[in-house]
């Protein structure tokens, strides 16, 4: 089965570029996740969704955060303009949302190093 | 604020010895708790999970407890093999779909 999907794995770029990560999420989930790790605060929620549309952004660390979920199989987390802070490995996830309690599952990940 | 703390950041044990991960909540509206495990350059993986309503869940040779009063879970793992070396996580979450994660415990079991 496949899994969570996430590209590119890594990218490096200069101080003040576009960056947009993107993310898959398993097939018949109904709610994405974007989680940002950090060595101090471990995995940290930034947005999520449910049936494409966005229910909590308040994670997203300042304007230059945003991100999309035009249909159910994709999803993108773009940083306008990029600063070295934001480096970090970002994590996508999704789930089965629904009465029962079901687990995320995780992409795994981009390593995002801005220069 | 972190709802979910994992307060030791490494873990050494012998292969073949217990291994114990705790974690720590503050909201105890949470209902459903889980491990995830992660290997460097992976995502985490999910491991095992608990309900609010039980004390105890059990998957061969890992076991967590959950005390609500204290607003405490472990995680054991017995014995501990060397593939078990990576970070775990707890997380918790409550109504609604946002999960709560801790920082994360590095185990390294020594063979």
């Known amino acids: 089965d496949a899994g969570v999907i996430q590209s590119p794995r890594h990218e490096v770029t200069e101080m003040g570029q576009e960056v947009t990560l993107r993310c898959k999420p398993i097939?018949?989930?109904?709610?994405l996740f974007w989680y940002r790790q950090t060595m101090m605060r471990g995995l940290e929620l930034l947005i999520y969704?449910?049936?494409?549309?966005?229910?909590?952004d308040s994670g997203m660390p300042e304007d230059r955060f945003s991100a999309k979920m035009p249909n159910a199989s994709f999803s993108t987390l773009k940083i306008q303009p990029s600063e070295p802070r934001d480096s970090a490995v970002y994590f996508c996830?999704?789930?089965?949302?629904?009465?029962?309690?079901?687990?995320?599952?995780f992409g795994d990940g981009t390593r995002l190093s801005i220069l | 604020d972190q709802q979910v703390k994992q307060n030791s950041p490494s873990l050494s044990v012998q292969e073949g010895r217990i291994s114990i991960l705790n974690c720590d909540y503050t909201?105890?509206?949470?209902?459903?708790f889980l491990w995830y495990k992660k290997y460097p350059a992976e995502g985490p993986t999910f491991l095992i999970s608990i309900s609010s309503i039980k004390d105890k869940n059990e998957d061969g040779r890992f076991t967590v407890f959950l005390n609500k009063s204290a607003k405490h879970l472990s995680l054991h793992i017995v014995p501990s093999q060397p593939g078990d070396s990576a970070v775990y996580f707890c997380?918790?979450?409550?109504?609604?779909?946002?999960?709560?994660f801790g920082t994360g415990t590095s185990l390294t079991v020594i063979p």
């Open positions: 909201n105890s509206m949470f209902d459903y």
């Open positions: 097939s018949g989930h109904n709610s």
């Open positions: 969704f449910n049936n494409n549309v966005p229910i909590d």
């Open positions: 997380a918790a979450q409550s109504d609604g779909n946002q999960f709560y």
């Open positions: 996830a999704s789930s089965l949302a629904g009465n029962s309690n079901q687990p995320q599952h």
